[in-house]
């Protein structure tokens, strides 16, 4: 039976479902864990210390008009974003890593909880374009014999949460396939074509940064190196989220730059020098002084009116503002420009960039072409007398930028995609509430559309302490695009 019944999964999978397409964890997942520490997975707990949480006991009255009314059990995952909309409707995303099995174990988790706690039923997949499902499989075989099959499917990754708990629990459940199937392939075969230069284009990409870094500190001045060092101290996660926004608030008060049009980056400033005030044991006992009262009232308010969406579109103009108030001289603008669109672009290759690096690079393509490097590079080296020498396989990246793009610019129209059809499905079975499971990089721009629609939402991190087996997931995208192709 279990042989049968893996032999009737894998037939259905292929003709069926698509597989998710996988990214790095991106800078916005990094710094919404930095503002909820909760949602970073503390290494000396292990899973089998935390106790299974029962979700009969949880509440099953839900106003999807407030995100607030949701949790999930800790051992699975951490919301680390909500948002209260307009529209009445909520969507709860939970962030997918693809083919990672302990993260695919937690999201089943955190998926049944929802159902079972909150009398959820709709479910929205990305990779998948039609409303098929497994349900009809609970009829051939038993509970036991449905989990034992499953498991070897996850851990191969032949199937995803959602499949796991569609096939070991009898929740009513409705899964919807959100993609549009010709832009689906689009991006997905996009992915696969940069992975065949990625490795040579990554190496060219890493020389220029190298040489960059040898050119600064003969024309940066001590502010533009201090804001240099922390971005990339912060990138390479040698520094936290607050950290750099610390360093960042140390330049703005040092050259008196006005950031009243930054609003919520000056409240996270506030927050984090009211908390080095506040006495969180005192200010909620008896002894607590009303200045310590109103001090901590203030901080509350702070942390309601922090907008942490808008927060991360500010980044990039306070840094485009600080640069321009600091640079003395067009070499130091140009060697900036330069610098940025060279990391951007290894974000790029591996498939990290965010929305508002994407609108970057949108606006500032020019400074995107190795041609524009390699002249600045040469004419400096000379004038300086430093003898570099640009490496001599930019064709990696000018052969092929146009699909570099592509990716980007499918994955846009995807996000685009996933809100009308989750709506369009929600319209259709009246549904107020629904989870929808998509990989963590579409987040920023989903959060975006659902917000801007009247969404509530809540954002769900899984519990993952092992990384992703790359080959584990190459193998699968790989084998799903020959049976398609």
Same mark, same amino acid.
């Given at each position: ?34 503002? $909820?520490?909760? /949602?970073?997975?503390? #290494?000396?707990? =292990?899973?089998?210390?935390? !106790?299974?949480?029962?979700?009969? %006991? *949880? ?82 075989? $038993?509970?036991? /014999?449905?989990?034992? #099959?499953?498991? =070897?499917?996850?851990?191969? !990754?032949?199937?995803?949460?959602? %499949? *796991? ?321």
């Amino acid at each position: 039976m279990k042989k049968r019944l893996q032999v009737v999964f894998v037939i259905a999978l292929i003709s069926m479902f698509g597989v998710t397409l996988c990214y790095a964890e991106t800078i916005w997942e990094k710094r919404q864990k930095a503002l $909820n520490p909760e /949602a970073q997975p503390k #290494a000396e707990q =292990k899973a089998e210390e935390i !106790a299974e949480p029962d979700i009969s %006991d *949880y509440p099953v009255a839900l106003d999807p008009a407030d995100p607030s009314s949701i949790t999930v059990p800790s051992m699975y995952g951490t919301i680390i974003d909500s948002y209260k909309g307009t529209n009445g409707k909520l969507i709860v995303h939970i962030q997918d890593a693809h083919a990672n099995y302990e993260a695919q174990k937690n999201i089943a988790g955190i998926i049944e909880s929802l159902l079972g706690g909150y009398d959820m039923k709709l479910v929205f997949r990305e990779g998948g374009s039609t409303d098929k499902d497994f349900t009809y499989l609970r009829k051939e075989a $038993n509970l036991d /014999a449905r989990m034992r #099959a499953s498991e =070897k499917l996850l851990k191969d !990754a032949t199937i995803t949460a959602i %499949d *796991y708990v569609n096939l070991t629990t009898d929740y009513p459940m409705t899964i919807q396939g959100i993609e549009d199937r010709s832009l689906y392939d689009e991006n997905r075969f996009s992915i696969l074509e940069m992975d065949k230069f990625r490795g040579v284009a990554s190496d060219y990409v890493n020389k220029m940064s190298a040489l960059a870094d040898t050119l600064k500190p003969k024309i940066y001045n001590q502010d533009l190196a201090a804001l240099d060092k922390a971005k990339k101290d912060y990138e390479a996660e040698t520094s936290d989220l607050l950290t750099y926004y610390k360093a960042l608030n140390d330049i703005v008060q040092k050259k008196g730059i006005p950031t009243a049009e930054y609003p919520n980056f000056s409240t996270l400033i506030k927050i984090n020098d009211m908390e080095k005030k506040i006495d969180f044991v005192k200010v909620n006992s008896p002894e607590a002084t009303e200045d310590q009262k109103k001090l901590y009232a203030e901080y509350q308010k702070a942390l309601k009116d922090l907008n942490v969406n808008k927060l991360f579109k500010e980044e990039p103009l306070i840094e485009s503002k600080i640069q321009e108030a600091v640079s003395e001289n067009n070499d130091q603008k140009e060697l900036f420009r330069i610098s940025k669109a060279i990391s951007l672009m290894d974000k790029m290759l591996n498939v990290k960039l965010v929305p508002e690096e994407y609108g970057y690079f949108l606006q500032n393509k020019k400074d995107f072409n190795p041609n524009v490097w390699v002249g600045f590079l040469n004419k400096k080296s000379e004038e300086l007398n430093l003898g570099l020498k640009a490496p001599e396989n930019s064709y990696a990246l000018t052969d092929n930028m146009a699909t570099i793009e592509k990716v980007y610019a499918t994955a846009w129209k995807r996000d685009n995609v996933f809100v009308q059809k989750a709506g369009e499905r929600m319209e259709k079975d009246n549904a107020d509430k629904a989870i929808l499971v998509a990989g963590g990089f579409h987040t920023p721009t989903l959060t975006q559309l659902l917000a801007d629609a009247g969404y509530s939402y809540i954002v769900i991190s899984p519990r993952v302490m092992t990384k992703t087996d790359d080959n584990v997931y190459k193998g699968s995208l790989k084998a799903e695009w020959a049976e398609t192709k």
